[in-house]
């Protein structure tokens, strides 16, 4: 029994007093940690340093010519593991030329299924080392799958990542073994035979240790941490990701004032998420930072994944965290509205009002201006921004665009009110229809610019198209769902029960998942009973934030979803702007080839037999409700 007595911590005198942070030292008071605390010093750790010769570099279908292994304890060989292993084929030749090991030399050496076991047995509760560890961890792990063994689960040491840590640029050009064991006059050179380069491991290993020796790196538990250059107080912080449900949901991190710094969220387990940001897998400075302030996590366990999706959305837009990049207020994304006047013009706006037609919303004004600007170098629509009245004012004056041909100057009456009104009618069915039109003059503008060699005006043509084109598609697949009263679907789940989704508005207002075991239609009665009640938004917005209505469609649009109930209409129209998913293929396609038919102009005779609606559209609703 140790004799050590530890301390008792000033705050355990007080019974009224809460404990210190995890970490924390509490100043004035000394701390004698146990032997316990200290963890295992290097010198009693027994490492095995392994290496593989293969037939190739993929795990899954290559397989191991040879395993060579060392085993040391405190810089001593304890002892040495080595064999052939049959592939089970032919050695490829390039693969002979690099490690010597021929067809021939493998007939009769031992399959995998009989050498595995030998060496997991060598180097049972030892800790595994290699160079570039992932490659023969991972083709021993691949080896195990196949054998039908478990995989002990070793912790392993990657002396690559050791080396990026303490051997300098200037001291080596790479940290190729080879290198490294000039480096460090290793006994044994490398010749890409197991055994061989498992002994120069060794070296390496040794010389590695003696350089982290120096930095604090003395026992097994600073050597797990070695290659991951994790701040101190960053990796202390670990322990509040310790209590955290290992399940998918929304995870806030908050400050000492209970402000929310950051929210996240994980579709599989909230636990392994939020351990990932005190490791040096998270490389983000900002997220160091926040790690910093934060004092405690607080998790929102979800039903679904696509609950924590909307959730982590919903929540950012709430509490606007400082260190959260994405869109924080959807009332301020711009639209962009052809307005209701005599002389309807564009304009970029940040509502919706019925009556007009809109596309949108844009991630910013930047974008919806270029939008703007593809309609406008399309339709000879009005730019200037005063409202007209129907009869022209007298005394006014065209305006430069006038005089160039670019407008059809209503404000003098050159255009009379019919007129400008098939212009308005072109317009209006670029936005919420077929953007043929809009395609075509950009190709053609594209087309004269390649030629003339203006590749930057090209590409800035382009620009604008995209703007458009996604615009108009947003729009145009927002609609439908926007005035869609209510839609339930469901999706298969992997462990064969169901994942329900509740959705009115284009806003995800209930969801829940239910087990193999378990009839889903009473818990879809339930949903719709207890699901959010949204008021009825304004069209083509929805009444959810346009990115949780994205992530909702996304998830409609996925293999296998079935539709349950649907109050309403869902579908789209063929000839859209959801039909342009690459504006660029899009113009190549109009500069060569003509526009196909739609599926009515096509004759029966000729028309497949699919049996079912048009990838992406739903079928028409009976009396206004369709049941699946």
Avoid at 13 to 22: N, S
Avoid at 210 to 215: D, F, K, W
Avoid at 507 to 516: C, H, I, M, Y
Wanted: glycine letters at 8%.
């Amino acid at each position: 029994m140790s004799s050590v007595r530890r301390l008792r911590p000033v705050w355990a005198e007080d019974p009224g007093a809460a404990p210190p942070p995890p970490g924390h030292l509490v100043p004035g008071v000394a701390v004698q940690p146990g032997l316990d605390e200290l963890g295992t010093p290097l010198s009693d750790v027994t490492f095995v340093v392994v290496d593989l010769e293969t037939t190739g570099g993929r795990a899954g279908e290559d397989a191991i010519t040879e395993i060579g292994a060392v085993k040391v304890r405190g810089g001593e060989v304890l002892g040495e593991f080595q064999t052939l292993v049959d592939p089970g084929g032919p050695v490829p030749p390039f693969i002979q030329v690099l490690t010597g090991i021929t067809t021939s030399m493998l007939v009769g050496a031992p399959r995998i299924e009989e050498a595995l076991p030998s060496f997991l047995e060598f180097a049972r509760g030892a800790v595994l080392v290699a160079h570039n560890a992932p490659f023969d961890v991972g083709f021993l792990r691949a080896a195990a799958a196949r054998c039908e063994r478990a995989w002990p689960g070793f912790q392993v040491v990657d002396t690559v990542r050791l080396a990026r840590r303490v051997v300098l640029r200037d001291e080596a050009p790479n940290h190729k073994l080879s290198t490294l064991a000039a480096l460090f006059h290793a006994d044994v050179t490398p010749n890409h035979r197991a055994l061989s380069d498992a002994r120069a491991t060794v070296d390496v290993l040794h010389a590695l240790l003696g350089r982290l020796a120096p930095l604090g790196v003395t026992y097994l538990e600073d050597l797990a941490g070695a290659a991951d250059p994790v701040p101190s107080d960053v990796r202390r912080r670990r322990s509040l990701a310790d209590a955290l449900p290992d399940a998918p949901g929304v995870y806030l991190f908050r400050g000492p004032r209970d402000e929310v710094l950051y929210v996240g969220t994980s579709t599989t387990s909230l636990r392994r998420r939020v351990r990932t940001y005190f490791t040096s897998g998270e490389k983000r400075a900002r997220m160091t930072e926040m790690v910093r302030l934060a004092v405690r996590v607080d998790p929102v366990v979800c039903a679904t994944p696509l609950e924590a999706r909307v959730r982590e959305l919903r929540l950012i837009a709430e509490h606007a965290p400082r260190y959260n990049r994405r869109s924080r207020a959807p009332e301020r994304m711009p639209w962009v509205r052809l307005t209701d006047e005599p002389y309807p013009r564009l304009s970029v706006v940040r509502d919706v009002r019925s009556g007009t037609a809109h596309i949108g919303p844009f991630a910013s004004q930047a974008t919806a201006q270029q939008a703007v600007e593809a309609l406008q170098e399309t339709f000879a629509v009005r730019r200037c921004t005063g409202r007209l009245p129907l009869v022209p004012a007298a005394g006014a004056h065209a305006c430069v665009l006038a005089e160039l041909g670019r407008c059809g100057a209503p404000c003098t009456g050159r255009q009379d009110h019919a007129a400008y009104g098939l212009v308005a009618e072109e317009v209006r069915a670029a936005m919420t229809g077929d953007p043929a039109a809009v395609v075509a003059a950009h190709a053609a503008r594209i087309r004269t610019l390649v030629t003339q060699e203006r590749f930057e005006e090209a590409a800035t043509v382009r620009d604008r198209l995209l703007a458009f084109t996604r615009g108009a598609a947003r729009a145009q697949r927002h609609r439908p769902l926007a005035e869609c009263t209510e839609l339930v679907a469901a999706r298969r789940t992997d462990d064969g029960g169901w994942e329900l989704v509740l959705v009115r508005h284009g806003r995800l207002a209930g969801t829940a998942r239910v087990d193999r075991r378990t009839d889903p239609r009473p818990v879809v009665d339930t949903l719709r009973t207890t699901g959010e009640h949204v008021p009825a938004p304004t069209a083509p917005a929805t009444a959810a934030h346009p990115e949780e209505t994205d992530l909702v469609l996304a998830w409609l649009e996925q293999p296998g979803v079935r539709l349950v109930e649907v109050d309403g209409t869902w579908a789209s129209p063929a000839r859209s702007a959801q039909s342009v998913r690459d504006a660029v293929a899009a113009v190549a396609v109009d500069l060569v080839t003509p526009r196909p038919p739609l599926l009515d102009e096509v004759s029966p005779a000729a028309t497949p037999a699919t049996g079912g609606a048009r990838d992406g559209a739903v079928p028409p609703v009976r009396d206004g409700r369709r049941t699946a």
